[in-house]
């Protein structure tokens, strides 16, 4: 056996030295002998392709699940009622309160009362309302996708995101925007599409003369102009500090009056000066309608709405500091006419740019009446001492027209004068002060009246 192992022995050294003679296998050895490290391989990259594979298909996947609901239109809802997709359908909010639309884009619209509009459009990035008449304040929520407008009338105005108010007179052709927030572009007829930044607003209203009253001589209209002229602008907010400076070329502020609202319609017609007759019921009928009655569950009380504080303690200036929007708006439709009138002296105070708005409210809702008179003399005010006197003309005219005797009526007379005179409308100018000498002949503005004339 150790014969074996020996011849064995001999075979392997004589191998290895035959493999030791070649230079280059003894080379290798060496490298082998000073790097004992086995070479590492690269690590396999099949997997990759299989992976960007799963990637492609999971995209795919998840863009297929969300596409349906990334390309359905948005929805709304009016007040409290069901979700709806409804086009062209006639929203009519009621005359004492303003009424809600969400939609579920998030932005909202808030009709004031007696306000009608519809939903003309809906899309995945937005909705157009169309305004019939009235006044909705508009919040929209800014996306790069956003795609939103209002028509009123022949206007459009496009939002990407902002919060204003938009209202339209079908009656007067007025159009009237205030942007609380963001920008809109606006366009219509005889106005070239433009940018309206926050604190900003445009009013365009046919500027009509104004027809005398008969019964009140001096109040004839001038016969330099007779035409109907319309004039658009794009305004900074109102300036109502007092004028310190000469006169100056007229700025174009123009302002929406919204017409009165007219009176609930009622069952039935009454010959003009005859009572209506009392309605009579059958003895029966009444009597189930007073079993009724007794079954009807009593009315929880009415939850005050939060202006109702303010406006209680006189706290006017606070209330346009502390309400929201949306509660200011609710006030301007529900209070009355003397705490708005409060109300707009408190925003004239304080230079609030809603003291126009706030004036116009109470024309509309209290026509005829010695408030909406007073109302149409404050809105004189604030576009004479902001530079707009052909405007403040117009509704010094109309206090003139409305209250011939009322307690702003010499003031309102007088400041016509002044007016027409920065306007340089010079035979207006002569009228005005022709009237104010034959009524006033030793009042405040008698001196400028005789300047005029001369």
């Known amino acids: 056996m150790s014969k074996r192992f020996e011849r064995l022995g001999a075979e392997v050294a ?31 990259r099949a997997w990759r392709p299989a992976l960007a594979l799963t990637v492609v298909v999971a995209t795919a996947i998840a863009a297929l699940t969300l596409w349906p609901s990334a390309m359905k239109p948005i929805a709304y809802r009016v007040d409290a009622g069901e979700e709806s997709s409804a086009l062209n359908r006639l929203i009519a909010a009621p005359d004492n309160r303003p009424l809600p639309l969400r939609f579920t884009d998030g932005a909202s619209v808030h009709l004031m009362p007696g306000t009608r509009a519809s939903v003309a459009e809906l899309t995945p990035v937005g909705a157009t309302l169309q305004l019939e008449r009235g006044v909705a304040t508009v919040s929209v929520k800014h996306r790069e996708t956003t795609r939103w407008s209002v028509r009123a009338g022949p206007f459009l105005v496009r939002v990407t995101g902002t919060r204003f108010r938009v209202g339209w007179s079908p009656q007067e052709r007025a159009f009237d925007l205030e942007v609380f927030e963001g920008e809109v572009r606006v366009s219509g007829p005889d106005t070239p599409e433009q940018a309206v930044g926050g604190g900003a607003a445009l009013r365009v209203v046919p500027r009509l ?21 319309a004039t658009s602008e794009r305004a900074r907010p109102l300036d109502i500090r007092p004028r310190t400076s000469g006169s100056r070329r007229p700025a174009r502020y123009l302002e929406l009056d919204l017409p009165p609202k007219k009176p609930a319609s009622v069952e039935g017609s009454v010959a003009p000066g005859r009572p209506p007759e009392p309605a009579t019921k059958a003895p029966d009928a009444q009597a189930e309608n007073e079993n009724e009655r007794e079954l009807e569950t009593p009315k929880t009380e009415r939850t005050p709405e939060p202006w109702e504080a303010f406006f209680a303690r006189g706290s006017y200036e606070l209330a346009l500091v502390e309400l929201s929007p949306e509660e200011i708006e609710r006030a301007l439709w529900q209070a009355d006419a003397n ?43 604030m576009y004479f001492h902001s530079g707009a006197p052909q405007t403040a003309a117009t509704w010094l005219e109309t206090y003139l027209r409305e209250q011939p005797d009322g307690r702003f009526a010499r003031e309102a007379a007088g400041r016509l004068v002044e007016a027409r005179a920065q306007a340089e409308d010079d035979t207006r100018a002569r009228a005005a002060a022709e009237r104010y000498l034959e009524r006033y002949p030793d009042g405040p503005h008698a001196a400028l009246a005789r300047s005029v004339l001369k």
């Open 14 to 44: 004589r191998t290895q030295d035959e493999s030791l003679d070649d230079p280059r296998r003894r080379a290798r050895v060496r490298r082998r002998l000073l790097d004992p490290a086995p070479p590492t391989r690269p690590p396999s």
């Open 209 to 229: 003369e104004i027809e005398a009253d008969p019964s009140d001589p001096n109040l004839a209209p001038s016969s330099a102009r007779g035409e109907r002229e």
């Open 339 to 381: 705490d708005l009138m409060e109300l707009g002296a408190a925003a004239r105070h304080v230079r609030d740019r809603r003291a126009a708005y706030i004036y116009s409210v109470i024309r509309s809702r209290f026509g005829g009446t010695e408030a909406a008179a007073d109302a149409a003399f404050m809105l004189a005010r």
